[in-house]
Each structure stands twice: as C-alpha cells, then as structure tokens.
C-alpha cells in the first residue's frame, strides 16, 4: 500500500517545467509561478490579467500596497505577507504602517480613504461585497475606475492567497514573516 501524497504541489524544477511557461518562468522565477507551471495553460491565460491587476490599474501603490496586505494579513498567507511586505518596504512603507495593517481600519495610522480599504477588503473577505456605509466612505475618496480596480486587486488577491495556502507554496528564501497575532490586532470578521 503506498502512503498518500502530503497535500499541495512542489514548485517545478527548471528541468520539469512545461516549454510553454520557460519564458514565464524567466520574467516571474519564483514558488509560487513554479506551483502554478503544474497547469501551464491556466498559468499562461492567468499571467497577463494578475500583471494588469498588479501594475497597471488605477489605484495609487499605496493603496495598492495596503489592499493585497490587509488580504496577505486576512487570509493568514505567509507568503504573500511576505512578498508584498518587501514591495511596499521599497515603495515607502515603515514599521508602522505594517503595523496598521494588523490593527486594521480602526488604526489612526491610515487616512481616511486607506481606512476605507482596509474596510473594503475586510468586507470583501468577510461578506463577498461591500457594506453601504464603506462604499460611502471608498466614493469620497476614489474615483470609479479605482474602486473597480480596487474590487478587481482584492479579487485576484483572495484568489493568489488561496493558492498559495491550499498548493502549500513553499516560501521565498528571506521572506518577512507573517507578524504574531496581538491581542489589537483583528482579521475580516466572518460572523
């Protein structure tokens, strides 16, 4: 009787890479584009949205930044915490602001409209919409292109977390961890 294999998937080897994603594989190297390679057909129609949602839509780095951590930080993925902490690092982040992230809207770290994000995707991750009160709040600050492209980016982001979690991606050598719970610190409430 063989034992079951341990649940997710390896990160594929150069040499076990499908020719068709190489080229992916080059411009994005890393466990996670590795894990995904075991479906190259998906992984190649994926690529060209996810770069789109990542670097190209409306909404400032910033807000950008806060919106796929406040989800890293939700859906308790290391490796996007990780990943996107280093991002948002080189893009201006402190300490403090990870820190915020944790708290959630409530920190007084945040202006009115990154309160209203971190809002936004906890109710994305916790309701699958967004409450009155906080669309309010996002329509004061945002124009309509970003708050599409705000809905799009938590998307795409719930969805990259649950791969990473569910596929078991291993981390990045060097990775940031994922901050220790706090008793201040909250996540999307799924009540």
Not at 35 to 48: D, E, I, M, N, V
Request: glycine residues 6%; negative net charge; aromatic residues 8%.
């Amino acid at each position: 009787m063989t034992e079951p294999a341990p649940p997710g998937l390896p990160p594929l080897a150069d040499t076990d890479l499908p020719e068709s994603v190489a080229e992916v594989i080059a411009a994005w190297p890393y466990k996670l584009h590795r894990t995904l390679a075991h479906s190259p057909a998906t992984l190649l129609k994926w690529l060209p949205y996810g770069e789109h949602i990542l670097l190209a839509n409306a909404l400032p780095f910033r807000e950008r930044e806060i919106a796929i951590l406040r989800v890293g930080w939700n859906a308790r993925c290391a490796y996007e915490w990780g990943m996107h902490s280093i991002v948002a690092q080189r893009g201006g982040f402190e300490d403090a602001d990870f820190e915020a992230l944790c708290v959630g809207a409530a920190s007084e770290r945040w202006s009115e409209g990154e309160a209203a994000v971190v809002a936004a995707v906890d109710d994305m991750q916790a309701r699958w919409t967004i409450s009155e009160g906080v669309w309010a709040r996002l329509a004061v600050h945002y124009a309509p292109d970003q708050l599409v492209d705000l809905v799009w980016l938590s998307g795409n982001f719930m969805t990259i977390s649950l791969q990473l979690n569910a596929l078991r991606v291993p981390l990045e050598d060097g990775l940031p961890p994922l901050p220790e719970d706090r008793p201040h610190y909250t996540r999307a409430n799924r009540s």
